[in-house]
């Protein structure tokens, strides 16, 4: 699988996926010092990389910098 990782936890702004073998979301970590919506962070959880923009190309060039 692949992790795909924007922010620090030391500042309160960590984001990461995991994304499995079958690229689907089979992780969310999130760590943040303010308050958020988390049901929308939920539907994140089993969706395939490519219902989501073919998130994991876009990673890797760079497109995504904070999710």
């Given at each position: 699988?692949?992790?795909?990782?924007?922010?620090?936890?030391?500042?309160?702004?960590?984001?990461?996926?995991?994304?499995?073998?079958?690229n689907?979301?089979?992780?969310?970590?999130?760590?943040?010092?303010?308050?958020?919506?988390?049901?929308?962070?939920?539907?994140?959880?089993?969706?395939h990389?490519?219902?989501l923009?073919?998130?994991?190309?876009?990673?890797?060039?760079?497109?995504?910098?904070?999710?």
């Open positions: 699988g692949q992790e795909l990782v924007t922010g620090s936890a030391g500042d309160g702004t960590y984001f990461r996926l995991h994304i499995n073998q079958y689907m979301v089979e992780t969310v970590t999130c760590l943040s010092k303010t308050p958020f919506p988390s049901s929308s962070h939920i539907c994140l959880y089993g969706a990389e490519r219902l923009n073919n998130l994991c190309s876009r990673f890797k060039e760079g497109l995504i910098t904070d999710f």
